[in-house]
């Protein structure tokens, strides 16, 4: 079935570090792929997405490219805040029928000032 | 932006007792919502999906008598957890589609569920 892989947690990196976290999945078809960020004490939120082979999603400095041919959407960031210490969650959405999330195990990042 | 609130955030109730945990979208009109549950440190398990004025398509291995939902109308769907226990003890999430826009959900923020 459909799945979603994220690299293990927790994350601790220094404030203007570069980040990656990597994400790979398996799905029949051609899904669209997210990722969410959830702050403490918030819910989740769309950092970005890309709905096709060589798409690019890009927002707050974030950026992740579809890759098709490794089945990855890696997150990446030049250089993190403090402000983006957070939990990240991969995502793809299943095309048929209505659509549903199938998330990755999620991310916990921790920037140190 | 679209907004999705849950109320109540948090919600402490005695064993056998049932919960009613309520999602509304603020500012849109949603057609479909989904009910999530996430385990600490866990990701979120869809566990149903709810349509305005039909029954609700719930996931393998969700007792539909025990997680009853209720989407009434274009703004609001309701989620009861009947006669709970302490392993319902949980964090729940719902999300909105907006009508119109299947490629993104609305994620509400959350509901604090504690089962004594």
């Known amino acids: 079935g459909d799945s979603v892989t994220q690299m293990e947690g927790p994350v601790t990196l220094s404030e203007e570090a570069f980040l990656t976290i990597n994400c790979t999945y398996t799905?029949?078809?051609?899904?669209?792929l997210f990722w969410y960020v959830q702050y403490p004490g918030e819910g989740l939120q769309l950092l970005l997405k890309a709905t096709k082979a060589d798409d690019k999603g890009s927002n707050k400095g974030f950026e992740a490219t579809y890759r098709k041919e490794t089945t990855s959407f890696h997150l990446e960031k030049g250089s993190v805040q403090v402000s983006d210490s957070a939990v990240y969650f991969c995502a793809l959405s299943i095309i048929q029928g209505a659509q549903k999330l199938v998330f990755g195990q999620g991310t916990r990042l921790t920037i140190n000032p | 932006g679209a907004v999705v609130s849950q109320h109540p955030s948090r919600v402490i109730c005695k064993s056998g007792t049932s919960v009613k945990i309520e999602c509304r979208s603020l500012d849109f009109q949603a057609t479909t919502m989904f009910w999530y549950r996430q385990f600490p440190k866990q990701s979120l398990m869809l566990m149903a999906t709810s349509n305005e004025g039909s029954k609700a398509t719930y996931e393998q291995g969700v007792e539909k008598d025990k997680f009853l939902i209720n989407h009434a109308s274009l703004t609001l769907s309701t989620l009861t957890v009947t006669s709970a226990h302490p392993e319902d003890s949980s964090f729940y999430i719902c999300?909105?589609?907006?009508?119109?826009?299947?490629?993104?959900?609305?994620f509400g923020p959350g509901t604090r569920l504690l089962v004594l």
């Open positions: 999300s909105a589609r907006e009508m119109g826009h299947r490629e993104t959900q609305y």
């Open positions: 799905a029949t078809g051609y899904p669209s």
